[in-house]
């Protein structure tokens, strides 16, 4: 008898299959982008590409043509010449523990439903604290992205500290939060969301290295308080996106130690610096921080979203969406660690812990280490590069794997400057040799580039600055 459609669509020997021919493609793929093989990207804009997608079903109907389109169609992070974006080039196996999750399907939301993800994500996450130096009361949880960390951790920040019962009253108050000029615009959009508006993101300027100014903290506070704000946190990044520059975390710490303020650390891009003696210095302070994000589809090779959530003082994090500290089982009076979704923004949410503990058990945690240190290196190599180069201007010295860069002919002003800039990379986007972004720095164009992939060689990076002179000259 014939198979109905569904018995079709879930039947094991067609997934056997299609699994088998997917993973063959994919590793091809793999081979020749690691080998530096064929654009980076074969740039459309987007109306061409939404015509392409349209039409698609009527040209063709496998799933092997499907993927390779797709392969065509997207920006491949494991190419050596990839180096816009922070997201990391995900080690393989934790990609196959990513489909694993996908196809189990366990939402997570309440224990039974994910039980060995709710105990791997409480063993990564207690690994993480315990790096971090939290101590024994800190605990954490894995959710979908840095942004949504960030405003989960300013929520617990505004139970914790606030005077309001914002929970059962609503917001009526002044909160404010302090935060660095150079930090992602997420923060910004976390308080806005909160309800804070523009007068509650109090933006304390930077240095010359786009760090953030400590010296400036006190008059600001003050004058939050003269305007009747009520200051709730101080938020620093570790570090920021445009320049990869880290905020002074002891110092951070400090402040918020005289205010009693929250510290809040925006580690997304390079929180994980924590795991690597060579790096470690740059988060010198963190164990004193009240709640810490780390993105591991960033700086960690893992696929997206695998962002970590931790707090010092873990019971707070049980009472952000909760007007009781609902941290007991009533019970037996045990720590209800393992129902998640009391203490995450979702409800149902990704297995990532299933890529965070494959590959520590698989290659352990000196993994992460390796990457990072061979990313932070490359980035100081490729600026000593373009300070030997005439014509060309660092905007900072890297402090992360993110440099900034602008090709300065003699005589050329900031506006000739700007659109010689803006052009050379509009082209190198058309190319597809390389994918690099662009960023604006007090009112200065700056190429930028996010060192992400571990295949990235010098020379990989002297032919960029070749590429960029072609079409700065042109
Ligand atoms: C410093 C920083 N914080 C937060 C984010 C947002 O993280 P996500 O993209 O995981 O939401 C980014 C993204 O680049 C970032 O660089």
Known sequence: MAKSLLERAYDPEAFRE??????????????????????VLDYRDAADELAFWKSFPEKNSSFAAWT?????????????RYMGH??????????????????????MAVYEMGMAPTAME????????????????????????????????LLAARRARGRDDVWNRGYSGRQAILVGEAAHYCIDRAARIMGMGRQGVIRVPVDAGYRMRTDELHRLYNQALADGLEPIALVGSAPSTATGSYDPIEEL?????????????????????????????????????????????????????TTALLFRKGSVSYTTFSQEAEYLLTETQEEDWYNLAKRTFECTKLTSAFCWHAVISQYGESVFPAYLDR??????????????RPNWE???????????????????GKEVCNEINARIRGEILKEGRFYIVQTQLNGLTFLRTSL?????????????????????EA
Not at 30 to 35: D, E, I, K, P, S
Not at 86 to 107: K, M, T, Y
Not at 453 to 472: M, Q, V
């Open 253 to 305: 710490a400090d402040f918020c130690t005289s205010r009693d303020l929250w510290l809040h650390i925006d580690g997304a891009h390079g929180g994980s610096a924590l795991l690597s003696e060579k790096y470690r210095g740059l988060m010198r302070g963190v164990h004193r921080a009240d709640s810490l994000v780390i993105d591991g589809h960033k700086m960690l090779g893992l696929p997206v979203l």
């Open 68 to 80: 390779e389109e797709v392969l065509r169609h997207t920006t491949q992070v494991h190419h050596p």
């Open 394 to 412: 660092l905007a900072v010295s890297p402090q992360s794997n993110i440099v900034c860069f602008r090709w300065v002919p003699p005589g050329a």
């Open 452 to 472: 992400m992939n571990p295949f990235t060689t010098r020379e990989h990076l002297e032919e960029l600055l070749e590429t960029c002179e072609k079409y700065g």
């Open 86 to 107: 922070q997201v990391a080039p995900p080690l393989p196996l934790a990609s196959l523990a990513a489909l694993l999750g996908e196809f189990l399907n366990n939402g």
């Open 18 to 39: 299609l699994g088998k021919s997917l993973v063959d493609t994919l590793a091809g793929h793999l081979h020749a982008a690691q080998n530096g093989r064929g654009k």
């Open 122 to 153: 409480r063993l990564v996450t207690d690994w993480l604290c315990d790096r971090a130096g939290f101590g024994p009361d800190a605990r954490g949880f894995l959710t979908s992205g840095g942004t949504l960390a960030n405003l989960t951790a």
């Open 375 to 388: 990313q932070y290196d490359l980035a100081r190599e490729f600026a000593g590069m373009i300070r030997q």
